[in-house]
């Protein structure tokens, strides 16, 4: 079992950034890939970024290229989202979420998910 607690999250104008933490915690948890997933009130949940255990390859969601970065520190089994340049769109519960493999966060399929951090971003 892998657990994650997600922090981080608040209020924002728009343009403004903030910086998501994920402390992951249990069995081996710096050899899993870990991602970010939002979710918007009346929307589905949907995928942000991921990256492998070792940090070397990451993926994003068309929304947030160039405008965020997701990173880990495995000596701290925590994994970061930077959001830069953010627009009110972007309001959401972010979700940090873990897996075996980046594959299956891609596809939406982690086997592991916190609890969530709101994140507004005010116009």
């Known amino acids: 079992q892998v657990q994650l607690v997600e922090s981080g999250g608040g209020l924002v104008q728009a343009g403004g950034s903030l910086r998501l933490s994920c402390a992951a915690s249990?069995?081996?948890?710096?050899?899993?890939?870990m991602g970010w997933f939002c979710q918007a009130p009346g929307k589905e949940r949907e995928f942000v970024a991921a990256?492998?255990?070792?940090?070397?390859?990451?993926y994003y969601a068309d929304s947030v290229k160039g405008r965020f970065i997701i990173s880990r520190d495995n000596a701290k089994n925590t994994a970061y989202l930077q959001m830069n340049s953010l627009k009110p769109e972007d309001t959401a519960v972010y979700y940090c979420?873990?897996?075996?493999?980046?594959?299956?966060?891609?596809?939406?399929?982690?086997?592991?998910w916190g609890q969530g951090t709101q994140v507004t971003v005010s116009s």
């Open positions: 990256l492998t255990w070792s940090g070397g390859m990451t």
């Open positions: 979420a873990a897996d075996r493999t980046s594959r299956t966060i891609v596809a939406g399929t982690p086997a592991y």
């Open positions: 249990g069995r081996t948890s710096s050899s899993y890939a």
